[in-house]
């Protein structure tokens, strides 16, 4: 247990669906984190968000749309996605003041689109 | 592009101590070195991080050279759960605007520890 949830745990939809995955922390972290996992490839950063502000967006496309209403909880928005977006979707948080700034993940969502 | 290098797989016996190599001889004067683990289907989990002096804690030791530009991290009794990928990131410590910056994950070394 980490401190960062993540719902739901899996997810399968289809192509014309629209989802939401969740991610909670309780760490009091101001900065939260979206990464992707695809099968036998390295996580690649999403987005991250300082202080509920957007700070990075890595070139994501628009079918993913991420929303952040405090600095506790962070969403991300799925529409019309593909089969190549199924992936483990992790979270993570941080501090954003001090030395370390270690991330907490969560245990992440295996989406499958089909 | 990740900024370290590590070998793809290790192997370890169980009870022995795991010594995971990293190579970042382009590090910066500002850059610490950290480590995560992530086991099978989980979410990353942080283990340690240092910027040149060696660092212990209850899951491990780092060691870094004198000149920074490799590491190694030290299980000292591995044990059948500490089956994992590796990474060694390096990365600068954060303060201002630099305080979410994400981290790279490259490959990472996968140790597995057999009994």
């Known amino acids: 247990e980490t401190g960062v949830t993540q719902t739901p745990r899996h997810l399968v939809m289809g192509m014309t669906n629209k989802k939401s995955l969740k991610c909670e922390q309780h760490l009091g972290h101001n900065a939260m984190y979206w990464y992707k996992q695809s099968a036998k490839k390295p996580l690649e950063l999403m987005f991250v968000?300082?202080?509920?502000?957007?700070?990075e967006n890595n070139s994501v496309p628009s079918r993913f749309s991420p929303e952040c209403p405090n600095s506790s909880h962070l969403f991300l928005h799925l529409h019309t996605l593909q089969p190549e977006d199924s992936a483990l979707y992790l979270c993570?948080?941080?501090?954003?003041?001090?030395?370390?700034?270690?991330?907490?993940f969560g245990p992440g969502t295996r989406l499958t689109v089909t | 592009d990740a900024k370290t290098t590590q070998p793809p797989s290790m192997d370890c016996a169980e009870g022995r101590a795991a010594n995971l190599p990293c190579n970042h001889s382009?590090?910066?004067?500002?850059?610490?070195v950290y480590w995560y683990r992530q086991i099978h289907s989980q979410g990353p989990q942080y283990i340690i991080h240092?910027?040149?002096n060696n660092e212990t804690n209850e899951m491990a030791s780092l060691i870094i050279t004198e000149d920074r530009k490799s590491s190694t991290l030290i299980l000292p009794h591995a044990t059948l759960r500490d089956t994992a990928v590796y990474y060694c990131i390096v990365r600068v410590a954060g303060g201002g605007n630099q305080a979410g910056t994400a981290l790279i994950f490259g490959k990472g070394t996968t140790l597995s520890v057999s009994s």
């Open positions: 968000y300082n202080f509920k502000e957007q700070t």
């Open positions: 993570a948080s941080s501090h954003t003041a001090g030395v370390s700034y270690e991330q907490y």
């Open positions: 240092g910027l040149k």
């Open positions: 382009t590090i910066s004067g500002n850059e610490y």
